[in-house]
């Protein structure tokens, strides 16, 4: 009898080192999409906050820390860590999409280099700072992408994509150690 076993969506695939620049998989135990009925949004934000003590960020941005945090995802939040609260149910449409997304956690001194070979928007961190997030494309794929820190990126992807996205990156991470490496003193 076939025996099935769970794998991530970067199994086999990552870490990855190139040049200054390191990916890795980012892996928390629940990802649940929030949407809710016209008019809820603040029934939703005020029953987020007493719950898991964070609040529906503004667009663009993330509330909340590692582990607990609420990422705006286009037309949804993404609550990334704990399990919803059953309470959140009654006033969001919840959906639990933990199997559905790779999480790439990237960072590095030459991060912003390799991510502007492949992403369409302007990551420099003093206009793309901590805690700015963007539903954008990476090459062809769509895919959530946040700063954590300086030097450091989040990139969701559909699981689907997690093979692609790790190619990308390390033909971009290739490209930007082989230019480092030319560099004369």
Not at 124 to 136: E, N, Q
Not at 170 to 178: D, H, W
């Amino acid at each position: 009898m076939l025996k099935l076993s769970a794998k991530s969506a970067f199994e086999g695939l990552l870490p990855k080192q190139i040049g200054s620049v390191s990916i890795k998989e980012y892996a928390v135990d629940y990802l649940t999409l929030i949407d809710w009925p016209a008019g809820r949004k603040d029934d939703v934000s005020s029953e987020l906050e007493k719950i898991h003590d964070i609040t529906l960020p503004v667009p663009n941005r993330i509330s909340g820390r590692t582990g607990n945090c609420c990422l705006w995802f286009g037309n949804h939040y993404l609550l990334m860590g704990r399990k919803p609260g059953p309470e959140l149910a009654n006033v969001a449409r919840l959906t639990d999409v933990s199997d559905g997304y790779g999480i790439l956690h990237a960072e590095g001194d030459e991060i912003e280099a390799v991510l502007a070979r492949l992403i369409p928007i302007n990551l420099c961190k003093s206009v793309f700072k901590r805690d700015h997030t963007a539903k954008t494309l990476v090459q062809h794929m769509q895919a959530s992408v946040t700063r954590i820190s300086e030097s450091a990126f989040q990139i969701i992807v559909s699981r689907s994509m997690a093979r692609t996205l790790v190619h990308d990156l390390e033909r971009a991470m290739g490209s930007v150690a082989f230019r480092a490496s030319l560099q004369i003193e």
